[in-house]
């Protein structure tokens, strides 16, 4: 857990100054080398991105950040990882996160990673079918760029929101969820939702710990030493679904923070990239 945040930031949420709201949602201040870890993160994309440009900014809607980037497989039945990047639905694209692509790939999948419009200029519910809009386009084309195999949908912090959300999807055949938030009631008090603006509408309807259960397999994965905001996310909606008999693992990732994490999915063999593998054979069997 972070120093000086409450353990169980929500069950004392109405006794909390906004710094502390603030702060129990703030990754870049609770991780002392962010700013480190994720140049180093968009140099390495950068590079990745350029090794690998042959299907890249395949459009899925009107918009200018509406685009997938793909990196398929030699075996066009690979499966295919869908990762859905992070940034509080606020920041970030798909471009800065093209090296976590590396991991699933050296394992034989194709990769395909999602934008999506940003908030203030789309609203949460806008962005959320957005990425369903995104794997419809990649279900149907996907075929012609080399990606026909099943898809697991993927995601980290914001994105792994969106892939929880997108669990249902029929497109999807599997689903693993890193950092994600699952429950947004919070965010409106703390300084997030200045650019998102939720409505009480989006938080009873897009908050994964308020809905129906999904039953495909969703494995669940957050690090050891991310602020305990998130922590507490992870194992409610583990809960909820292990309440209902959904299947999926919780997987702690020891020691790791809320960049850190994502090492794991980029190196080749690492517990997020077997975690993906897991998952999708548990759903074929």
């Known amino acids: 857990m972070s120093a000086g ?3 169980t930031p929500h069950a004392a949420w109405g006794t909390l100054s906004q710094a502390a709201r603030d702060a129990a949602y703030n990754n870049n201040l609770a991780v002392a080398d962010s700013a480190a870890l994720v140049a180093g993160r968009d140099v390495a994309s950068a590079a990745y991105r350029a090794a690998h440009a042959g299907h890249l900014d395949v459009a899925y809607g009107p918009g200018a950040r509406q685009k997938l980037d793909l990196y398929p497989a030699a075996d066009p039945a690979a499966p295919c990882l869908v990762f859905i990047h992070g940034g509080y639905w606020q920041r970030n694209s798909r471009e800065v996160f093209a090296a976590f692509a590396e991991g699933a790939a050296a394992a034989g999948w194709s990769v395909a990673l999602p934008s999506h419009t940003l908030a203030p200029d789309a609203s949460l519910a806008a962005i959320v079918a957005e990425i369903g809009t995104a794997l419809d386009v990649l279900k149907a084309d996907g075929p012609a760029h080399g990606i026909a195999g099943p898809l697991v949908v993927s995601g980290w912090s914001a994105g792994g929101h969106l892939a929880a959300m997108h669990l249902a999807h029929p497109a999807v055949t599997a689903g693993l969820a890193i950092s994600g938030v699952f429950e947004l009631g919070p965010l409106r008090d703390t300084f997030l939702n200045t650019a998102l603006k939720l409505t009480d509408e989006e938080i009873a309807t897009l908050s994964p710990l ?9 494995a669940i994965a957050y690090g050891t030493a991310e602020v305990p905001a998130l922590v507490a996310d992870a ?5 909820l679904r292990a309440g209902a008999h959904a299947p999926g693992p919780l997987v702690p990732v020891a020691g790791a923070n809320h960049f850190s994490i994502l090492e794991e999915l980029r190196r080749p ?3 997020l990239v077997r975690t ?4 999708l054979g548990d759903a074929l069997t």
């Open 235 to 239: 194992r409610a909606l583990h809960a």
């Open 210 to 218: 308020r809905l129906p259960v999904v039953k495909k397999p969703l």
């Open 276 to 279: 993906a593998q897991a998952i």
């Open 269 to 271: 063999g690492g517990l």
């Open 5 to 7: 945040l409450n353990p």
